[in-house]
């Protein structure tokens, strides 16, 4: 299992668009083969940055979401509205570590 | 719903006495009213890199987590083993919103 936290800061004229954008995004990349789950969540103290938890069953199931229609749309829509460059971090699961603990319902 | 995401950077020989108290903490937490999870990872590509991936039901179930007496234990055990302060963000779900799909199943 593959588990990563992307960070995203968005310029705050593009929150509305990136909130939209990811919403698509998410609801089409936890029908992906290998996808457990793919949490997309906004900081409370700071509307303009966002946090994707996502969870895979392998590399090669995130080499295949990389290629895919969804995320090269999302990319190319949201790319110029981060006031930075994503940063993602990835994580290997101690407790628990199943993962069926991490698919969604 | 209330979501954080908490950041441990752990003194490096400290790592193993952190990752040994904090699955004990996760095992008596995940039982704890108004916790829907607590992941517990560390990071590839940094083994002195922690997250703690939480969520609960509501404020209040936040501050009795605190109030714990694994919370107490857990922080009297490792705060001197942290290398700086922890770090914890706070969340708002966007997608999924409901708090089913966060609890473990």
Redesign the interface.
Known sequence: MK?S?VTVFVKPEFIDGF?AA??IH??NTIREKGNLRF???????DPS?F?F?EAYESEADIDLHREADSYRTWRKTVDSWMAVPRKG????????CES??????
Request: glycine letters at 4%; proline letters at 6%; hydrophobic letters at 30%.
């Open positions: 588990i936290a909130i990811s919403k998410q609801s949490d997309f969540l906004q900081c409370r103290d940055q946090l938890y971090i990835g994580y290997r699961a101690i407790a628990p069926s603990q991490y698919r969604y319902p």
